[in-house]
């Protein structure tokens, strides 16, 4: 079987998929991982094929410069529409930066199927055209809003449409497929999980297994501290795109670890820690490093709420205080606090003492650690990739035969 993967130029979109296409490789199938040039050596660096299709483009620029608004003046009554539809577009803009590239090589690879992150649209666009299944990988968010779909509703919008009318083919509005990471204790209530839900679910859960780019064992991870460890993280889209404030909110959170009889683990991308300048007495920068090598060892763990950082941190079993302000990974943190596995903060009640406090509570409270423990438990008793890899090969069998190709000679 060949499986291809696709998604945009993110980490966070790609690092979830990796283990289920090592588990598809091992499995004996054929895998490529297609994105733009940006990725490249991100790809490369896991261990799987890479492709590359089409072109970057600026999203953060062109996010700033408003490129992506719609043209209509928003109606004040629904304002989150007119959020919606601006995320939307960005993605109808990333989608035509790769679709051509994809397609053709999907025409000349000839996959039986295409895995996709859910809003990297280049995905369903080109298993239609190709005539084979699709399936959304969802990238761990206890939620997702379907932004192709207007208002959130059962109608998609024009543009999303227009993907496919230039291929001349019928919009292909739902995979044959979810695969969800996210455990069942965070996850948000069925009815709300996708939104809009579709109209045909097979929502499969797999288990999250954490993988955040390589990296070695380092000397101070086979050791015990004299000290409880705590990781301080921002992951690396958020410390790509600081603002002053999120620099702000940081150095309250190293002023607050810096009061505690604790070792900090540091794992930051070298834009941020070049930021920080001086660190507190008690720092152990982790450079480089991957998430899931650092937390072993560690009492608690402070970050921005992502979806990958908070199952990453839970599936090491890590009590967590997640401290965000936007509202996917609100969600991943207030769930995550839901459970009783750690703590969820707004920057606007994040003061030096309020965060010195939680975290001492997140070290040194037993309920913490329990709770971390059951969310621990609950990730490890979903099914793994591997298991999740005949679901799709019976997807295949299934799926009617895709047209023979006549070579000419």
Partial sequence: MRILFTTFAE?????????????CRAAGHDVRMASTPGLQSVIAESGLPAVSVGHDIDLEGMLKRGEFAPKSAPDPAKAWVHVLENLANMQFAMCEAMVDDLIDFGRAWRPDVVVHDPVTFAGPVTAQVLDVPSVAFLFGSPGLLRVEMKELGDEPWPAYLALFER??????????????????TMRLPEEVAIRPAPKSVDRRPVRFVPYNGPAAVQPWQRSASGRPRVCVTWGTTASRMLGQSVLDLVQRVLKALGELDVELVLAFTPQ??????????????????????ALPGCAAIVHQGGAGTTLTSA????????????PEPKISAQQMAATGAGQHLFPADADVATIRDTVAALVGEEQYRAAARRLQADIAAQPSPVALVGAVEDLVTAAPAPPAVTVST
């Fill in 167 to 184: 291929f001349g083919v019928d919009a292909r509005v739902d995979p044959a497929m979810w695969i969800d990471p996210c455990p069942p």
């Fill in 11 to 23: 980490r966070p979109h790609y690092f979830p998929m990796v283990p289920f296409a090592w588990a």
């Fill in 315 to 326: 599936a090491c079993g890590v009590p967590q205080l997640g401290i965000t302000e936007i």
């Fill in 272 to 293: 941020l820690r070049d930021m920080l300048g001086d660190l507190p007495a008690n720092t152990l920068v982790a450079e480089p490093f991957a998430l899931h090598l």
